[in-house]
């Protein structure tokens, strides 16, 4: 069975200072992670996403995350926060015939609600 | 083109109601997923269809009833809710069918369901 953690249900950062979002995976198997992020009372919008290619990825509205299989970690960062990013930030995992599971699993984090303090 | 749309953003019923969500995408997506949203908590995955066939429904009770009429359009039809059933209602979609796919997964806005 997989798992996805987030390890903080809220961040708050001032506008300017990085951002670091944390993600926590268990897998038996190469797992696809993604991260979505979420404005109140939208959907969901791809921020970026690894699926065993460079480990480091980069996103839209520069964000990056890196893929560290020893720490079985995903977190996202940013270097410098913009007030627009406040918002829902949820890690996914997927698995499926293609990684080597029998069937296709997809897991959300519980997810971290980034605040941008002016 | 990366949108998924869905229709309507706002639905407000009755538990003797029956009404309709539509979500609709022209990207030649082969899968189709429906998720249930509630406040402050992670979408939680209801169906998904590959190729217009339920591929998986993850014991969802019997008054949501999906349907795939063709590769672009995909309906979950609503019957007798109760008013735990208030949520978001998104619709997803991804280029690859099940069971191989990890694709990228493209969402829509959702429908804001409000059961009286």
């Known amino acids: 069975a997989q798992s996805v953690t987030q390890l903080d249900s809220h961040v708050s950062v001032s506008e300017g200072t990085p951002v670091l979002l944390r993600c926590n995976y268990s897998?038996?198997?190469?797992?696809?992670l993604f991260w979505y992020v979420q404005h109140p009372n939208k959907g969901l919008q791809l921020l970026l996403k690894?699926?065993?290619?460079?480990?480091l990825v980069k996103g839209i509205n520069g964000f990056e995350a890196e893929f560290k299989k020893s720490e079985t970690s995903f977190h996202l960062t940013k270097p410098s926060a913009h007030m627009s990013d406040a918002a829902e930030y949820f890690c996914?995992?997927?698995?499926?015939?293609?990684?080597?599971?029998?069937?296709?699993?997809?897991?959300f984090g519980k997810g971290t609600k980034l605040s941008v303090i002016p | 083109d990366t949108e998924v749309t869905q229709t309507p953003k706002h639905l407000v019923m009755g538990m003797t109601n029956k009404k309709s969500l539509k979500c609709e995408q022209h990207?030649?997506?082969?899968?189709m997923y429906w998720y249930k949203q509630k406040a402050k908590k992670p979408p939680e995955l209801m169906f998904v269809?590959?190729?217009?066939?339920?591929?998986i429904n993850e014991s969802v009770p019997s008054r949501f009833s999906p349907e795939c009429p063709n590769s672009s359009l995909l309906n979950l039809h609503l019957h007798a809710l109760q008013p735990e059933d208030s949520a978001l209602y998104l619709c997803?979609?991804?280029?690859?069918?099940?069971?191989?796919?990890?694709?990228?997964?493209?969402f829509g806005p959702g429908t804001r369901l409000t059961v009286l």
């Open positions: 996914v995992v997927i698995l499926s015939s293609y990684s080597g599971a029998g069937s296709y699993q997809l897991t």
């Open positions: 897998s038996s198997y190469s797992p696809s």
């Open positions: 690894y699926t065993s290619a460079a480990t």
């Open positions: 269809y590959s190729y217009e066939k339920l591929s």
């Open positions: 990207m030649g997506h082969r899968a």
């Open positions: 997803a979609s991804s280029q690859l069918a099940l069971p191989g796919t990890r694709d990228t997964q493209y």
